[in-house]
């Protein structure tokens, strides 16, 4: 897709600081490094600030909260916000926890980047219905024209950042740009942690100077197609999973591989 330049090879190799669940730690660490970056997981209160003040980008991911961490999550996005820091907030659970939400909807204040989250999530948080179970996205809630007019109306409320809504179609909005994109494979929905890793890549992108916007469909692009390259009829869980991680490593060697981006992107002017 020629809306997007290829970035790689990254201009450097950048220190991406995840506050993130324990059940997809690993996979995001292995995702930001095959891509050429360096993680750290630390979300401690006593000693996160050390490491958000030595990130070049910080994502937050609310899949395994607790009173502690949504203390780390506060301390170091308040530190993005004054530093300037790129930040994504990945709003997990919110569909289900009147706390998620409330600490997503501070976290506004803080002006992060990126918001993301699945088509349930993102509807919940906007008020618009939704039938959102646990942390999982509904098949009802891929309705996007009713979500897309609200998120116009968000981002004139937060024009600096981008929405990243995941589904079967991807939505990405900014104050002046919308983009369907349409890559992807059902077998991603069946492994835990694919969503944060859409999250991780996307921090990482934001740390090589890519909008919000740019970052996002990268991201959510570059996962898509990794995982289009290696699928095959019968593969077990277990061995597409350790295919997606490979792959991640591999894409980038491929010059073209922004060609193979389906979707469309439309410029939202005076919006």
């Given at each position: 897709?020629?809306?997007?330049?290829?970035?790689?090879?990254?201009?450097?190799?950048?220190?991406?600081?995840?506050?993130t669940n324990e059940i997809s730690c690993e996979m995001l660490a292995n995702g930001i490094l095959a891509l050429g970056c360096?993680?750290?997981?630390?979300?401690?209160?006593?000693?996160?600030?050390?490491?958000?003040?030595?990130?070049?980008?910080?994502?937050?991911?609310?899949?395994?909260?607790?009173?502690?961490?949504?203390?780390?999550?506060?301390?170091?996005?308040?530190?993005?916000?004054?530093?300037?820091?790129?930040?994504?907030?990945?709003?997990?659970?919110?569909?289900?926890?009147?706390?998620?939400?409330?600490?997503?909807?501070?976290?506004?204040?803080?002006?992060?980047?990126?918001?993301?989250?699945?088509?349930?999530?993102?509807?919940?948080?906007?008020?618009?219905?939704?039938?959102?179970?646990?942390?999982?996205?509904?098949?009802?809630?891929?309705?996007?024209?009713?979500?897309?007019?609200?998120?116009?109306?968000?981002?004139?409320?937060?024009?600096?950042?981008?929405?990243?809504?995941?589904?079967?179609?991807?939505?990405?909005?900014?104050?002046?740009?919308?983009?369907?994109?349409?890559?992807?494979?059902?077998?991603?929905?069946?492994?835990?942690?694919?969503?944060?890793?859409?999250?991780?890549?996307?921090?990482?992108?934001l740390s090589q100077g890519k909008t919000a916007f740019e970052a996002s469909c990268l991201a959510v692009s570059y996962l898509?197609?990794?995982?289009?390259?290696?699928?095959?009829?019968?593969?077990?869980?277990?061995?597409?999973?350790?295919?997606?991680?490979?792959?991640?490593s591999l894409l980038k060697r491929d010059e073209n591989w922004l060609e193979a981006i389906k979707g469309d992107v439309y410029?939202?002017?005076?919006?």
């Amino acid at each position: 897709m020629q809306a997007f330049t290829n970035p790689f090879p990254l201009g450097s190799s950048s220190l991406i600081h995840c506050i993130t669940n324990e059940i997809s730690c690993e996979m995001l660490a292995n995702g930001i490094l095959a891509l050429g970056c360096k993680p750290v997981m630390a979300d401690d209160p006593r000693e996160v600030l050390d490491f958000t003040k030595q990130s070049q980008a910080l994502f937050i991911n609310l899949g395994h909260l607790s009173a502690e961490k949504e203390k780390a999550i506060r301390m170091t996005a308040s530190y993005a916000a004054q530093a300037g820091l790129p930040m994504v907030v990945d709003a997990v659970g919110v569909t289900a926890s009147s706390i998620r939400k409330s600490l997503v909807k501070d976290l506004l204040d803080y002006r992060p980047t990126v918001l993301k989250g699945n088509m349930s999530e993102i509807r919940s948080l906007v008020g618009l219905k939704h039938h959102g179970v646990g942390v999982d996205a509904s098949a009802k809630d891929q309705e996007t024209e009713d979500l897309l007019q609200v998120l116009k109306d968000w981002c004139q409320t937060y024009p600096g950042m981008s929405f990243l809504v995941t589904g079967p179609k991807d939505l990405i909005v900014s104050k002046n740009q919308v983009a369907v994109l349409g890559n992807g494979c059902a077998e991603l929905d069946c492994i835990t942690g694919t969503g944060d890793l859409v999250g991780a890549l996307t921090s990482v992108f934001l740390s090589q100077g890519k909008t919000a916007f740019e970052a996002s469909c990268l991201a959510v692009s570059y996962l898509n197609i990794s995982a289009e390259r290696i699928v095959v009829q019968g593969m077990g869980l277990e061995e597409f999973r350790y295919q997606v991680l490979n792959q991640l490593s591999l894409l980038k060697r491929d010059e073209n591989w922004l060609e193979a981006i389906k979707g469309d992107v439309y410029e939202q002017r005076g919006a």
